[in-house]
């Protein structure tokens, strides 16, 4: 009894050790590969409500629609248990690094932004809301069949809503 009680003593500072040193780099590279990868997280950018009212539209202090970037947007609104959401993250991910420097790639995790996401009319996720510089948003929902058309449906509304094309 007493060698395993000293046995325990030794070793379970050593776990406890193991485990928080971790746990920081786990989670970061899980949230980096859950939107691409590192190059990904410069690409696509997270936005709590406070930032949204700065960049998208403030939505608190205006009656109407009054987009505030410099570029049109892509906004996914998404949540980290969400199936789907998990399958267009990557997709999202490599459309905003094709896109960059034509639009805004924006993410908003609707978990931590009940608010915003319940100003915006999101019911189900992922959802997608599509801000032209100029005109009124377009907000779409679901995925395509495959990874493939997914993405197409992507480049579409990008084209079309977007960038006019």
């Given at each position: 009894?007493?060698?395993?009680?000293?046995?325990?003593l030794i070793?379970?500072?050593?776990?406890?050790?193991a485990c928080?040193?971790?746990?920081?780099?786990?989670?970061?590279?899980?949230?980096?590969?859950?939107?691409?990868?590192?190059?990904?997280?410069k690409?696509?950018?997270?936005?709590?409500?406070?930032e949204?009212?700065?960049?998208?539209v403030d939505?608190?202090?205006?009656?109407?629609?009054?987009y505030?970037?410099?570029?049109p947007?892509?906004?996914?609104?998404?949540?980290?248990?969400?199936?789907p959401?998990?399958?267009?993250?990557?997709?999202?991910?490599?459309?905003?690094?094709?896109?960059?420097?034509?639009?805004?790639?924006y993410?908003?995790?609707?978990?931590k932004?009940?608010?915003?996401?319940?100003?915006?009319?999101?019911?189900?996720?992922?959802?997608?809301?599509?801000?032209?510089?100029?005109?009124?948003?377009r907000?779409?929902?679901?995925?395509?069949?495959?990874?493939?058309?997914?993405?197409?449906?992507?480049?579409d509304?990008?084209?079309?809503?977007l960038?006019?094309?």
């Open positions: 009894m007493k060698k395993l009680t000293f046995f325990l070793l379970t500072p050593l776990l406890i050790q928080q040193g971790t746990g920081d780099s786990e989670n970061k590279n899980q949230k980096a590969s859950m939107v691409g990868g590192e190059d990904a997280n690409a696509v950018t997270h936005l709590t409500a406070e949204f009212r700065e960049k998208v939505y608190k202090n205006s009656e109407k629609w009054d505030q970037g410099d570029k947007c892509l906004i996914d609104f998404y949540a980290d248990w969400c199936g959401c998990k399958t267009t993250s990557p997709i999202i991910a490599d459309i905003a690094k094709e896109y960059q420097g034509k639009i805004h790639v993410k908003v995790d609707v978990d932004e009940r608010e915003l996401a319940s100003v915006m009319g999101i019911q189900s996720i992922p959802a997608f809301l599509y801000c032209p510089v100029e005109g009124k948003p907000m779409s929902s679901g995925i395509g069949q495959s990874k493939a058309d997914t993405r197409q449906m992507f480049k509304n990008i084209e079309q809503i960038l006019n094309n």
